[in-house]
């Protein structure tokens, strides 16, 4: 009771410290709950575009290979016990030429297009419409659309929706208008079963079957009944998740969760300097206390309340701020989001998870924080209320930690070089805390030698300044390490981020480096793209002044039940106008195998998620059955590189997969041929194939970059809102620090320093602080940058690791200058001390 | 005057036996308290005078339980010092015990009465800041009751301390230079304030002192000097009485 009772009254009787304190904890709870709203809502944004593909249905069929089926099929779903209805179904996407009047943002680039059986469909899926009437049993060439849709296509009832199909373009008018239901980003056209597959020259053939339940039925059950009824080669269930994005977003959670521990571990470090620091302040109440009769564990338990108090008023507000720093962040991403994925972000989502993690580690961090200082406060024996010892011994220890620091080193150093991803992980962390543990003891020789640089500016202050971090290393440590915490994970941040977008360019300038792209409207992998023919290719090879051409054609295959999209690439013609980035130690000899039989060409990803080797075998489910195949080489192209891919040859695309159509045609001009007179003969072949668009490819180069110029907005925003967190931190540590020492400047102006000494003395201590700071954080930045691009080449997406020279001049600067701002409030205040008081300072 | 410690019938609140304190070992032992045997009955105000380094201070630590002696014993109402652990002692202190500093000591952020009945909170007490304004107004502070540390004069905040030091109705009130820090009508306020402590309300309370002037407030006067009690004297309540007895000890 009395514990409580003093802990709160010290919290509001000493305002500005509490204030600071808690600021810290606000500072990390705000961090990793605003990181916990955001990344599972990213998450959960393409979750959901994916689900709503997959329909409210209770189960679909599809083929493993992404190819139409016999309606067979469908007499099979729909005749196993538990399933009450079927309906056949055929989807596919379809790209929209753009339209020149229209903003980029407002544009549709692709519709979803659906035939259903009127008849059968009603039974499964439920499409409320708005306006006009829904699909009948003998409707033709119609369709219906949410009137979203028909609204940014600029479409109302009976209108006309012309769309690209296998006999050239097709017109389908519009009979309804659908209620908003489906899932924005999603632009769905439904149309009758029969026209769809005239529309896409399926014949009979259908692309899925949708089903519903019986009341009661057990899905594993059914699932199964249903997967022993249609056999091999088909998909039970809801669509197998897209690997592309989820991998991007781990690698991404990852990054951010990192930021959040670092804010959080910063948050530790300031708290437990600033109960230290009370700690000191207060031996004298302490002792007085015990004098009188206060038991060791009540001093101990009023500083573990006035924690518990100030964690619970921290993570209260922290939470608060980091609602708003995801809402702000939304709200700034969404309008790029909706530009470049179609998605749209809504609100952040905070789970009970969330909740969970905010409050226990803010709280509980808080608490294990001042833990060790309230431990030493139950120690200050009753005697310091007669004779207050002066300040604290912090010298123990020192030396067996920096030793142990070290160690840690030198173990980070050995597991960078082992090479393994998990390792290489841990490895920066490991680095962290050594640094962390050297601090103390590299502090003093440091202040030595930046002290020369600091006496530049301030002559007389800096060596006092200079004493007074060395007399006090365990302190001026706190400090570095929070410093270097802060800056550490920009320096990693901007590398990783400067290494992705490296990696990007790279790729784009090596596999897309034909003059010509001929290309489908959007590339939207492994979903169904239109192909087109072999007369495209052939068209674009007997133009006036085309060189090589060469073409990409795309299949689904399995390799031991998991898809793997199929690319075929002409061995020959491909080298001629593109290139592979190779992963050690492949090379072009790899394509020269791909002609010479089976053989694949896998990529990063795909190869590092099932350890393939050079030569190793790969049992590819095919079409037509099993085929074995072997490891030619291991490497990336641009457009695959975030997929599971493996390359093979068009000549076994043809054979085990039956596709022969290309995806994109890669064409080089003849050297000497007039560039106006050829780009003038190739728009005029492709503007007879709609889905498709042809790009020079440097102007397709350019356009790629002006998206990867703002994601990288994006990225640095995100830095940017991350880092200023810890660089308050860092403001508030440095404030702390003058506060803890009101006396002692109170003696230096008794003994005759004058206000602009002791404001210029503070000063040149808080940049003396910061510039070790920034040091250790630029070196600890350095190595955990190097180690996260290590660890994403592991993973199987090699980025040029380059060396942030941007990044580092960056950060000493913002070091430096939060250093001086640190100062600024302390040092005005300490200058403006009244020596009296300041010398009876409690 | 001195009580008879071995008088059942008056037991002395305070018995020290023999008591020693020595720091280091060998060649640069320091013998900070070497062997005092003092006796306090209830009621009695003992001043103790003596150089710096006389070990006044560690006589008034190791009375109060706040530090351990190197051997012989501390008595606190017949109970042995030495056989209770430091939950007990502190306890003991809390109960027994008040404690007057020479930096008063107040926590800053309580008021006058908050601070007076700390120890009785401490204690779990219910009413403990009724009983700690009844002391507040017996030391005279009974209109700054809710004034904290900082808006009170250096005299007003050691008369909380001393208020803060009766509030638990102890037996022994020790006081450790509690004027050193106050001018010198304060401080011979204070002086008469702990006479009263003892001759009122009958507390035995013990004083350490640098100013004959305010020891001379005392019934008694002990002189000690290198860790030894070298005088012990009744004082006659005149301000001359502790400057002849230090004269007479060749201590000034």
């Given at each position: 009771m009395t514990s409580v009772r003093l802990a709160w009254r010290y919290l509001r009787g000493r305002g500005v410290r509490s204030l600071l304190t808690t600021l810290a904890v606000v500072f990390g709870v705000m961090l990793i709950f605003g990181l916990n709203g955001i990344?599972?809502?990213?998450?959960?944004?393409?979750?959901?575009?994916?689900?709503?593909?997959?329909?409210?249905?209770d189960l679909r069929v599809t083929s493993s290979f992404n190819q139409p089926f016999e309606v067979t099929v469908l007499q099979q779903v729909a005749r196993t016990p538990g399933i009450a209805s079927a309906s056949p179904q055929v989807q596919r996407t379809v790209p929209l030429p753009s339209d020149p009047d229209r903003p980029l943002a407002d544009q549709v680039t692709q519709l979803i297009m659906i035939g259903i059986d009127p008849a059968s469909a009603a039974q499964i899926r439920d499409l409320t419409l708005v306006r006009g009437r829904a699909l009948a049993v003998a409707d033709a060439d119609v369709a219906?659309?949410?009137?979203?849709?028909?609204?940014?296509?600029?479409?109302?009832?009976?209108d006309r929706l012309t769309v690209p199909s296998a006999v050239g373009t097709t017109g389908l008018t519009v009979l309804g208008l659908l209620s908003p239901a489906t899932v924005p980003g999603q632009e769905t056209v439904y149309l009758p079963l029969s026209a769809a597959q005239r529309l896409f020259g399926f014949g009979g053939r259908i692309t899925a079957v949708e089903a519903a339940f019986e009341p009661g039925t057990v899905r594993e059950v059914v699932e199964a009944a249903v997967r022993r009824a249609v056999g091999e080669g088909y998909d039970v269930g809801g669509l197998s998740t897209n690997s592309s994005l989820l991998a991007s977003l781990q690698v991404g959670t990852f990054a951010f969760t990192m930021f959040g521990v670092f804010a959080l571990a910063t948050a530790g470090?300031?708290?437990?300097n600033s109960f230290r620091a009370v700690v000191a302040e207060r031996r004298r109440e302490i002792g007085m206390l015990r004098a009188i009769g206060a038991r060791r564990a009540t001093i101990t338990r009023m500083f573990l309340v006035e924690s518990l108090i100030q964690g619970i008023i921290g993570t209260g507000l922290g939470i608060a701020a980091g609602w708003g720093m995801a809402t702000a962040l939304f709200a700034f991403m969404s309008p790029l989001f909706e530009r470049l994925l179609h998605q749209s972000l809504g609100d952040p989502v905070f789970a009970p998870s969330s909740w969970a993690l905010a409050i226990g580690l803010g709280v509980g961090v808080t608490v294990a924080a001042a833990l060790l200082p309230a431990r030493a406060a139950g120690r200050v024996t009753p005697m310091e209320a007669m004779r207050p010892q002066v300040g604290e011994s912090y010298q123990r220890k020192v030396g067996l930690r920096a030793w142990l620091g070290a160690a840690m080193l030198l173990l980070s150093v050995f597991a960078l070089t082992t090479g393994i991803s998990e390792l290489v992980g841990w490895s920066a962390v490991v680095f962290l805390i050594g640094a962390a543990l050297t601090a103390p003891a590299a502090v003093s020789p440091l202040a030595d030698w930046f002290g020369a640089v600091i006496d530049l500016a301030f002559a007389r202050e800096g060596a006092i300044a200079r004493s007074n971090l060395q007399r006090n290393p365990g302190r001026s440590a706190i400090t570095v390490t929070s410093v270097m915490l802060g800056l550490a994970s920009i320096v990693a941040m901007l590398t990783v981020v400067t290494a992705v977008f490296a990696g990007f360019t790279s790729y784009i300038t090596r596999s897309m480096s034909a003059d010509y792209l001929v290309i489908p409207q959007s590339i939207i992998l492994s979903q169904g793209n239109v192909a087109a023919g072999p007369r495209l290719a052939s068209e674009v090879r007997r133009a006036e002044g085309i060189g090589a051409?060469?073409?990409?054609?795309?299949?689904?295959?399995?390799?031991?039940?998991?898809?793997?999209?199929?690319?075929?690439?002409?061995?020959?013609?491909?080298?001629?106008?593109?290139?592979?980035?190779?992963?050690?130690?492949?090379?072009?000899?790899?394509?020269?195998?791909?002609?010479?039989?089976?053989?694949?060409?896998?990529?990063?990803?795909?190869?590092?998620?099932?350890?393939?080797?050079?030569?190793?075998?790969?049992?590819?489910?095919?079409?037509?059955?099993?085929?074995?195949?072997?490891?030619?080489?291991?490497?990336?192209?641009?457009?695959?590189?975030?997929?599971?891919?493996?390359?093979?040859s068009q000549a076994n695309l043809a054979r085990d997969f039956a596709v022969t159509a290309d995806l994109l045609v890669m064409a080089n001009r003849v050297p000497g041929a007039d560039p106006t007179s050829v780009t003038a003969a190739m728009t005029a072949?492709?503007?007879?194939?709609?889905?498709?668009?042809?790009?020079?490819?440097?102007?397709?180069?350019?356009?790629?970059?002006?998206?990867?110029?703002?994601?990288?907005?994006?990225?640095?925003?995100?830095?940017?809102?991350?880092?200023?967190?810890?660089?308050?931190?860092?403001?508030?540590?440095?404030?702390?620090?003058?506060?803890?020492?009101?006396?002692?400047?109170?003696?230096?102006?008794?003994?005759?320093a004058t206000r602009r000494q002791i404001r210029r003395m503070v000063i040149a201590e808080s940049l003396l602080l910061s510039l070790i700071g920034t040091v250790f954080g630029v070196l600890a930045g350095l190595w955990l940058g190097y180690a996260l691009v290590s660890a994403m080449s592991a993973i199987g997406w090699p980025m040029p690791y380059s060396f942030p020279w941007g990044g580092i001049a960056l950060t000493a600067g913002v070091g430096m200058v939060f250093g001086l701002l640190a100062a600024f409030v302390p040092a005005r205040s300490a200058a403006r001390l009244d020596v009296v008081r300041a010398l009876h300072h409690e | 005057m001195s009580s008879d410690p071995g008088l059942a019938t008056n037991p002395a609140t305070l018995q020290t036996i023999a008591l020693s304190k020595h720091y280091g070992s060998g060649e640069t032992a320091v013998r900070a308290l070497d062997g005092v045997d003092l006796t306090l009955a209830p009621g009695e105000f003992v001043a103790v005078m003596g150089p710096s380094g006389c070990g006044k201070s560690t006589l008034l630590n190791l009375i109060g339980g706040l530090d351990t002696p190197t051997s012989g014993s501390v008595r606190l109402d017949g109970q042995d010092l030495n056989d209770l652990g430091d939950?007990?002692?502190?306890?003991?202190?809390?109960?027994?015990?008040?404690?007057?500093?020479?930096?008063?000591?107040?926590?800053?952020?309580?008021s006058a009465v908050e601070n007076a009945a700390l120890p009785l909170t401490l204690d779990g007490v219910r009413d403990a800041e009724a009983r700690a304004t009844v002391w507040l107004q017996r030391v005279g502070l009974g209109d700054r009751v809710r004034n904290r540390p900082d808006e009170l004069s250096g005299g007003q905040q050691q008369r909380v301390a001393v208020a803060r030091a009766l509030s638990t109705e102890p037996a022994l009130v020790l006081a450790d230079e509690p004027t050193g820090n106050l001018d010198s009508r304060s401080g011979a306020e204070i002086a008469a304030l702990l006479q009263q402590v003892a001759g009122?309300?009958?507390?035995?309370?013990?004083?350490?002192?640098?100013?004959?002037?305010?020891?001379?407030?005392?019934?008694?006067?002990?002189?000690?000097?290198?860790?030894?009690?070298?005088?012990?004297?009744?004082?006659?309540?005149?301000?001359?009485?502790?400057?002849?007895?230090?004269?007479?000890?060749?201590?000034?």
């Open positions: 990344t599972p809502t990213l998450v959960e944004v393409f979750n959901r575009s994916l689900l709503a593909t997959a329909g409210q249905v219906v659309l949410s009137a979203d849709l028909a609204g940014r296509l600029g479409l109302s009832i009976g470090f300031i708290i437990m051409v060469s073409t990409l054609r795309l299949a689904q295959g399995r390799v031991g039940g998991a898809a793997v999209q199929v690319i075929g690439i002409d061995p020959v013609g491909y080298r001629e106008v593109a290139d592979f980035e190779w992963n050690n130690p492949s090379t072009d000899a790899a394509l020269d195998q791909l002609g010479s039989g089976r053989w694949l060409i896998a990529n990063g990803i795909y190869a590092s998620q099932n350890g393939l080797r050079v030569g190793q075998q790969v049992d590819l489910d095919t079409p037509s059955g099993p085929r074995i195949y072997h490891v030619a080489g291991i490497g990336n192209d641009y457009l695959n590189a975030k997929l599971s891919t493996v390359y093979v072949i492709v503007a007879d194939y709609p889905a498709f668009r042809l790009y020079e490819a440097a102007q397709w180069r350019d356009e790629q970059l002006v998206t990867f110029d703002s994601t990288i907005i994006i990225f640095y925003s995100l830095i940017a809102a991350l880092a200023l967190p810890s660089l308050l931190a860092l403001v508030n540590t440095l404030a702390i620090s003058v506060l803890g020492r009101t006396r002692e400047i109170g003696m230096l102006r008794a003994v005759g | 939950d007990k002692v502190t306890e003991l202190r809390r109960r027994r015990i008040g404690f007057v500093f020479q930096f008063f000591n107040l926590i800053p952020v309580l009122e309300w009958g507390r035995s309370v013990l004083m350490v002192t640098h100013d004959p002037r305010i020891a001379s407030y005392a019934g008694r006067l002990v002189l000690m000097r290198d860790g030894k009690i070298i005088g012990d004297t009744g004082l006659d309540g005149t301000r001359e009485a502790a400057r002849r007895a230090m004269e007479e000890a060749d201590l000034l």
